[in-house]
């Protein structure tokens, strides 16, 4: 049975990529900070360790735990920045690291980051988010080249706004930084670079991460998997 580890995994998207794939028959290890510090190197040494012990294993690996901070770049607290590079960016490097020799002895090891559309595209007051999606893309494409003698796949899945947790927490943030009431945020600043006026279910997301581990995802190495409803057409 192939394993998995995916961080995040109390979060809405998270959450739903541990039950697509325990769905698909994959043996998955789910993390979040009652685990470990996915902050600190320990703590991503930690649950690559543990999905080991427990399945001696590993196939695929799955970063998707995250936050977000909303703030004007003058005002924007260091220690944010800091702590949103950490885990965004710096966590995912760190996973590949130590899983690396797990995913080559796979021989089609699969590392799926859960990026964003903000890997690619910018929105004003989320400068440490943008930049550590962009800087995930990064290091997507750079396991890509390095696994590709292995068999190991790297790609980014880049999806506009999903409905979770992450996005409720933001709009109050989002309607301070905007100068306005928290009940126009969803339409006049989340949805507003939708094509689509709609939020992605984290199911949608589940299932695309699905397709990636899966056969059908062997050829997609290297690449933003793009789910904006549009967004990056314009
Ligand atoms: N929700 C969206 O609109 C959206 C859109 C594009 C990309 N994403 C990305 O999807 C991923 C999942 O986001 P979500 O919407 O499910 O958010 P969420 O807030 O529902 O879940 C994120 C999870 O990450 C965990 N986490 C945060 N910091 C951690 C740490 N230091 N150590 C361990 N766990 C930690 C949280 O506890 C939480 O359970 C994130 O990387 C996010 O950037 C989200």
Same mark, same amino acid.
């Given at each position: 049975?192939?394993?998995?580890?995916?961080?995040?995994?109390?979060?809405?998207?998270?959450?739903?990529?541990?039950?697509?794939?325990?769905?698909?028959?994959?043996?998955?290890?789910?993390?979040?900070?009652?685990?470990?510090?996915?902050?600190?190197?320990?703590?991503?040494?930690?649950?690559?360790?543990?999905?080991?012990?427990?399945?001696?294993?590993?196939?695929?690996?799955?970063?998707?735990?995250?936050?977000?901070?909303?703030?004007?770049?003058?005002?924007?607290?260091?220690?944010?920045?800091?702590?949103?590079?950490?885990?965004?960016?710096?966590?995912?490097?760190?996973?590949?690291?130590?899983?690396?020799?797990?995913?080559?002895?796979?021989?089609?090891?699969?590392?799926?980051?859960?990026?964003?559309?903000?890997?690619?595209?910018?929105?004003?007051?989320?400068?440490?988010? @943008? %930049?550590?999606?962009? +800087?995930?893309? /990064?290091?997507?494409? =750079?396991?890509?080249?390095?696994?590709?003698?292995? *068999?190991? $796949?790297?790609?980014?899945?880049?999806?506009?706004?999903?409905?979770?947790?992450?996005?409720?927490?933001?709009?109050?943030?989002?309607?301070?930084?905007?100068?306005?009431?928290?009940?126009?945020?969803?339409?006049?600043?989340?949805?507003?670079?939708?094509?689509?006026?709609?939020?992605?279910?984290?199911?949608?997301?589940?299932?695309? @991460? %699905?397709?990636?581990? +899966?056969?059908? /995802?062997?050829?997609? =190495?290297?690449?933003?998997?793009?789910?904006?409803? *549009?967004? $990056?057409?314009?």
């Amino acid at each position: 049975m192939p394993a998995a580890l995916v961080t995040g995994a109390a979060g809405g998207i998270g959450r739903a990529i541990v039950e697509r794939l325990e769905s698909e028959g994959w043996s998955v290890h789910g993390v979040d900070v009652e685990d470990a510090d996915l902050a600190t190197p320990e703590g991503n040494r930690t649950v690559v360790d543990a999905a080991l012990e427990r399945f001696g294993r590993l196939d695929a690996v799955v970063p998707s735990a995250g936050f977000q901070h909303v703030a004007p770049i003058h005002q924007f607290p260091e220690e944010r920045w800091d702590a949103l590079l950490a885990v965004l960016l710096t966590s995912p490097f760190l996973l590949a690291k130590y899983a690396w020799e797990a995913l080559v002895a796979s021989g089609q090891g699969r590392f799926v980051a859960v990026a964003s559309a903000h890997a690619l595209v910018a929105s004003p007051f989320k400068v440490g988010y @943008v %930049a550590a999606k962009h +800087g995930l893309l /990064g290091l997507v494409k =750079t396991l890509a080249l390095e696994g590709a003698e292995h *068999g190991l $796949t790297a790609t980014a899945v880049c999806p506009a706004f999903v409905r979770t947790p992450l996005v409720e927490a933001q709009i109050a943030a989002q309607a301070r930084a905007h100068e306005l009431a928290p009940e126009r945020v969803l339409e006049e600043v989340i949805l507003a670079p939708h094509a689509v006026k709609r939020l992605i279910e984290p199911e949608e997301v589940a299932a695309t @991460v %699905a397709f990636l581990v +899966g056969e059908g /995802g062997r050829a997609f =190495t290297g690449v933003p998997v793009t789910m904006d409803l *549009g967004w $990056t057409a314009r």
